[in-house]
Structures are given as structure tokens and as C-alpha cells.
């Protein structure tokens, strides 16, 4: 958790990167549709977008707040840091999930106030499906899993590629086109275009969300060491060796080797006739 910004500039911020991922996802949705009635088209469009935009997002915004951009990732920070107090406080997730909801319920609103649209219409696209919740578990799982993968792997400076681009990927390969995060799901119920969500369709959504978070710290635990437990195995390794070699006098067992085979007396074995 960075401690470069003071928490309300952090809040600030989430709450506007949030705002600004929802409003490329909805306001591209809604162009797609203006410029082609091909289903697949618009899929399309509204995933490269997605990934430029959260790309973008996250390497300008992440110094300041860890771009979270998302409840699923503040609580799994939360849990996962809890204990070597390297992730957020409770008091930090208490303010960033309320500006994170905050921001995507702005930005639904500001994609449809630029293309004409009514500004607050509840979506009325249905999405209660079991197929469409296992989609959920499984989108938010892999995103944890990334996330704090890169982060165990010491590979965080790839976050901005990695993660927008498992967001594109996600559009495609799963059934519910991977909304993996609380807030942007309750964003987009505020929208009645091809990227809103039914409000009723929301809950179910959010709690599968929920449940691919819980299995996604269980797999980054199994998968991945914390950083610095790798060093501290090579540091007990090391004092080790050297215990042994207080205890065993290694110069004593020189000279007895010496006295049993003197140097220059070595006898080679027959080579044969």
C-alpha cells in the first residue's frame, strides 16, 4: 500500500479511475452500437477499448493509489496484508469501496450524458444465469490471482499490461463477459445500453464476484510465496553450513586425508595389457 499520498487524495483518485473505467466501458459499448449492428463487432470494440483505457488508467494512477479501481482487489489487499501490515487498513478499505462505487455510478451517468442518452435509466438487461455466475467466479479468481501473483513474483511493474490485457481476454472467454468487480457491476445498472446490467441481475453477480475473490487468495497462498521467504530459506541455509563447519575442524580433516594418501603417491587403476 503506498504511503506517498495522504488518504483522501488516495480516495480521490479511486474514485475517479473508477468513474473513467466505467465510463470508456459504457460510452464505448454505446458507440459500438451506433456503428454496427454485428454483435461481434461491438464486442469487440468495447474490449480493446477497455484494455487501453484501464492500461492507461493503471500506470497513471496506481503510484498514487494502487489503482485499485475495484472492491474485489481492496478486500483481497486487505486480507492478504493483514497480517505484515503491508496492505490497506480497514479504515483505507472503508474509504475506498464507497468511492469506488461512488465513481462508477458517475461514470455510467457521464458515458450517457456524451452520447445523448438519459442520464439515470436502470438497465433492463437480464443477466440471471447460473452459466453467467460461474463466468464471475471465474473471471474474479483469475484476477486475483494475477494481481497479487505479480506481486509475489515481484512482477508488479507489469500490472498495467497484464491486467488490462486479462480484462480484454476476459471479454471473450467468459460467458458473462467478465465484469469482475462489485463496483462497476453496480455502475452499470444505472445505464440502459448494451453494457448495463439489470439491477436485479446485479446481486447474484456481486456474489459471485465475491466467491471467485475468496478463491482467488486461497490460490495465490497455494501458488505463490511471499516476498523475502525465499531469501530468509537461503539465510537459514547459510547459517547452517557454517555451524557445521564450527563444529567439524575442516583442517584437521585435511591433514588425516594427507596422511593416508600422501600427495604424489596417487596409484592409477590398469588400463589393461
Request: hydrophobic content about 50%.
Amino acid at each position: 500500500m503506498t504511503d506517498t499520498a495522504p488518504l483522501h487524495r488516495r480516495t480521490v483518485v479511486e474514485f475517479v479511475g473508477t468513474g473513467a473505467l466505467v465510463a470508456v466501458v459504457v460510452g464505448s459499448g454505446i458507440q459500438a452500437a451506433k456503428l454496427s449492428q454485428d454483435v461481434g463487432v461491438q464486442l469487440l470494440a468495447n474490449s480493446l477499448a477497455t484494455v487501453f483505457g484501464l492500461g492507461v488508467l493503471i500506470a497513471l494512477l496506481g503510484p498514487v493509489s494502487g489503482a485499485h479501481f475495484n472492491p474485489v482487489v481492496t478486500l483481497a489487499a486487505w486480507w492478504t496484508g493483514r497480517r505484515d501490515g503491508q496492505g490497506p487498513s480497514l479504515r483505507e478499505v472503508a474509504a475506498y469501496v464507497p468511492a469506488q462505487i461512488g465513481g462508477a455510478i458517475g461514470g455510467a451517468v457521464l458515458a450517457d450524458a456524451m452520447f445523448a442518452e438519459p442520464l439515470v435509466r436502470f438497465s433492463t438487461h437480464n443477466r440471471s444465469a447460473p452459466h453467467l455466475w460461474l463466468g464471475e467466479v471465474v473471471a474474479t479468481a483469475g484476477l486475483v490471482l494475477l494481481v497479487f501473483g505479480l506481486a509475489r513474483a515481484e512482477r508488479a511493474h507489469f500490472a498495467p499490461v497484464a491486467v488490462a490485457s486479462y480484462i480484454g481476454a476476459a471479454y471473450w472467454f467468459t460467458s458473462s463477459s467478465g465484469f469482475a468487480n462489485p463496483a462497476v457491476t453496480i455502475g452499470r445498472t444505472f445505464t440502459d445500453t448494451s453494457a448495463g446490467i439489470a439491477p436485479g441481475s446485479a446481486l447474484p453477480f456481486v456474489a459471485a464476484q465475491l466467491v471467485g475473490l475468496a478463491i482467488g487468495v486461497v490460490l495465490v497462498a497455494v501458488m505463490f510465496s511471499r516476498p523475502g521467504t525465499a531469501d530468509a530459506e537461503d539465510v537459514e541455509q547459510a547459517e547452517a553450513v557454517v555451524d557445521v563447519e564450527d563444529v567439524v575442524d575442516v583442517e584437521a580433516v585435511a591433514d588425516a586425508v594427507d596422511a593416508v594418501v600422501p600427495h604424489g603417491e596417487h596409484h592409477p587403476v590398469a588400463a589393461g595389457r
